[in-house]
């Protein structure tokens, strides 16, 4: 019995995020989804066939952005950031505290409390303005039935 309901490919995550570093710190340079940090590291490196951001699982957050090098980080889409460096044995990426990214989920937590409570409050408003309009109409049918009545007209 086959199962037509069932994943046809490998489960699908988040994009990796590659942060590269300058002298003014670090900027946020593409989203990669790649399926570890190797292939996003190697998707944002120039190749000899065209340049990284043209690459159909990059998306480029800037024009015109370097290489992946040594020193630039390559956070998880489970939010574990990684900072490549070079070892003896070649690159490597070690796990590291990334306060940039930190920042940015804290942002974003925030963006998020504050569009919750927005909702929240036009949510409110507009149930009041319907409430309202509904009252004005029960108003309204109530003095339309007295006229009539007045006028000697029954329904």
């Not at 300058?22 to 989203?31: K, N, R």
């Not at 409110?124 to 007295?146: F, G, H, I, M, P």
Request: hydrophobic share 35%.
């Amino acid at each position: 019995m086959s199962d037509d309901n069932r994943s046809r490919g490998p489960a699908t995550r988040g994009p990796y995020q590659v942060w590269h570093r300058s002298d003014e710190g670090f900027t946020p340079v593409a989203l990669v989804n790649g399926g570890n940090l190797l292939a996003a590291i190697v998707f944002t490196m120039s190749r000899t066939d065209g340049h990284w951001q043209d690459g159909e699982r990059v998306t480029a957050l800037v024009p015109d952005a370097r290489s992946t090098n040594i020193g630039d980080v390559i956070v998880s889409p489970e939010g574990v950031a990684h900072e490549l460096t070079a070892t003896d044995h070649g690159p490597a990426c070690v796990p590291i505290d990334f306060p940039p990214h930190r920042e940015q989920r804290a942002l974003f937590a925030e963006w998020a409390a504050d569009y919750a409570a927005a909702r929240e409050r036009d949510g409110r408003t507009t149930l009041e303005a319907l409430r309202s309009v509904a009252a004005d109409r029960r108003d309204q049918s109530t003095n339309d039935k007295q006229q009539n009545r007045e006028d000697g007209i029954e329904r």
